[in-house]
Nanobody, 126 residues
Framework: VQLQASGGGLVQAGGSLRLSCAAS????????MGWFRQAPGKEREFVAA????????RYVDSVKGRFTVSRDSAKNTVYLQMNKLKPEDTALYYC????????????????????WGQGTQVTVSS
């Protein structure tokens, strides 16, 4: 399985973008899908994650209330809807897949994820 992220771009502060991450093969019910970002000169940061079975979600505090992670099982695709964007959201955004044991909580660390897509750039101008 490969992951293909898309949807990044340049947007003004307060605007919205929707990122997509399409898997080339099936995503299984025990998988977790995560979004991470990395700004220049900074470490990779967890943004959001979702369990494929129940669509349980987890967010970093800085995006709560602004970003929403969701999935389309029929398309093997996970989305990140980003609203009220801020300049500090500017980063390269990555999607990732974790093959998690059953009933494993969502993990806010990239170390737990097994497969990564290429990044898609999000730039928010002030």
């Amino acid at each position: 399985v490969q992951l293909q992220a898309s949807g990044g771009g340049l947007v003004q502060a307060g605007g919205s973008l929707r990122l997509s991450c399409a898997a080339s093969g099936p995503i299984f019910s025990n998988n977790h899908m995560g979004w991470f970002r990395q700004a220049p000169g900074k470490e990779r940061e967890f943004v959001a994650a979702l369990t494929w079975r129940e669509s349980n979600t987890r967010y970093v505090d800085s995006v709560k209330g602004r970003f929403t992670v969701s999935r389309d099982s029929a398309k093997n695709t996970v989305y990140l809807q980003m609203n009220k964007l801020k300049p500090e959201d500017t980063a390269l955004y990555y999607c990732a897949l974790r093959q998690a044991p059953v009933r494993t909580p969502l993990a806010p660390s990239g170390a737990f994820y097994d497969l990564w897509g290429q990044g898609t750039q999000v730039t928010v101008s002030s």
